[in-house]
């Protein structure tokens, strides 16, 4: 695995603490009305993804994932001004403003979505697996899921058949504690949900998701099985998300104290520490990270805020690739 230097730990604080203000930003805006829909928050669960960009090998390897999606696509290399002017519905946007919250794509930088179907996006990181293994490409899918997810059918299918034909995809649940309103141990008789793989003879096991270092470890050794020809692994993230399911979630299902109590492990705060106690940056080196990252996120806004709205001719262009389309009756 790359070696956890002094860079990574700064790069890390960095880039999660932008993701988290980005979000932040949307939940201000979206309660403006100028983020519509629903509007899914990954606070708190950011070491899962910073730990597996870590592991991965940017421009070769994929990244699939439910409707948690915003942050991800920055981390692959997508321009996050263009994420923002997504979920304002800009033309502008990684999808021309038609994908939206849910739906943020961008296949330049090997990221497939965004996926507003419970568990729909498993069995398509298996089916970007295959065609990687069939093309004799040397790539490797990070597939995401909710712990909700992982109660569908197209779980076990998508793993038999993973199995089955030794695909090159990495599983990784990301337990934040409760599907919607649910706790996962009103969903099923075992609360460890890394252990679905053992049914299929599938490595797997749990990771501690609030710590990067813990998620990059475990994931390069899956990666490196996958790419090695050894096949899907199946990793539990032990997580946990700060706001509601979305934002239209009341969460009286939680108590203020327990999410409190998870703050007190928040991995932004624990690569802060290592930070400080390594003293890889003083407490003034990190307020100029803490200023560029409110600057950055302040440009997004901007851009979005200023892109134009998609033309309604649109609607057509992205939809039928053949212009003179038999079945479109009505032309703008």
Known sequence: MKKITKEVYLNWYEEMLFWRKFEDKLAAVYIQQKVRGFLHLYNGQEAVLAGSLHAMELGKDRMITAYRNHVQPIGMGEDP??????????????????????????KEHRFYGGHGIVGGQIPLGAGLAFADKYFGRDAVTLCYMGDGAVRQGSLHEAFNLAMLWQLPVVFICENNGYAMGTSVARTAHTTDIWKLGLGYEMP??????MNPVAVAEEVNKAIERARSGGGPTFLEAKTYRYRGHSMSDAQHYRTKDEVEEYKKIDPISQV????????????????????????????????????PFPPVEQLYDVVYEQEDYPFLKHKL
Not at 83 to 88: C, N, P, R, S, Y
Not at 204 to 209: F, I, L, Q, T
Not at 274 to 303: G, N
């Open 81 to 106: 001004k263009k994420v923002m002017a997504e979920l304002f519905g800009k033309v502008t946007g990684t999808s021309k403003g038609m994908g939206g919250s849910m739906h943020i794509f961008s």
């Open 204 to 209: 797997c096991g749990p990771v501690d998701g």
């Open 272 to 307: 802060k520490q290592v930070i400080l106690d390594k003293k890889y940056a003083s407490e003034e080196d990190l307020k100029e990270i803490d200023a560029r990252v409110k600057e950055r996120v302040k440009e997004c806004e901007k851009f979005a805020e200023e892109s």
